[in-house]
């Protein structure tokens, strides 16, 4: 087994206008810790600290480091976390395309005469989900999450997620509850890498 190294502190700083992240995140860490050892319970947020994994999220507000290590200082990492992030929209042809397939399933017209040319990669993709979605006639005798994820959203996870992606790369769908826990995962991505496997659930 290899050997764990410890570290009881980080060795890099991060200086945000004059503020000194890095203190704040090991406060909270050390609080955790102590807290930790009194055998208190932690929150998910808490027990990621402990392995200095601090999530960065302007979206949710639950589980956010950012609302735990000052107003200023949060606000600070929040945009330092997200200046480089630029995410493109997709076109309005793609969404106008998208609406008049849609309508014509609607009012039961001919579809084939909707066509788009798309302009960069977004547009395919779009494109794509949207032609599988309404090409997709699977049916089954009884409903439940795996028939509904397959039905309505596999398409968008096997453009988005799955295309292109490495062989190490393994999804499942899950009806059932795991073991004895009791919960439920809709979908289970799975990386696997020299025999470690690392679990994410939706």
């Known amino acids: 087994m290899a050997k ?21 995140l090991e406060k909270f860490r050390t609080k955790n810790i102590n807290s930790a050892k009194r055998g208190d319970h932690l929150n998910p947020l808490r027990v990621l600290s402990l392995s200095f994994v601090f999530p960065v999220d302007k979206y949710n507000k639950d589980w956010r480091i950012t609302d735990h290590i000052g107003k200023r200082e949060g606000t600070a990492l929040i945009s330092f976390a997200y200046e480089d992030i630029k995410l493109k929209k997709a076109s309005s042809n793609a969404l106008l395309y998208c609406k008049e397939k849609l309508d014509a399933f ?15 990669t977004m547009d395919k993709a779009i494109m794509k989900i949207c032609n599988d979605i309404f090409r997709n006639k699977a049916q089954a005798a009884e409903k439940s999450e795996t028939t509904f994820i397959n039905k309505y959203l596999m398409n968008f996870i096997t453009e988005v997620i799955l295309k292109d992606a490495d062989s190490s790369i393994i999804y499942s769908m899950v009806d059932g509850a795991e073991d004895s826990s009791k919960k439920r995962p809709d ?8 025999k470690v496997c690392l679990y994410f659930f939706y």
């Open 4 to 24: 764990a190294k410890k570290f009881d502190h980080l060795k890099v700083s991060l200086t945000i206008d004059n503020m000194n992240i890095t203190n704040k």
């Open 106 to 120: 609607i009012n039961n017209e001919d579809k084939t005469s909707i066509s788009l040319k798309p302009s960069y």
């Open 187 to 194: 979908f289970m991505l799975v990386l696997t890498n020299h």
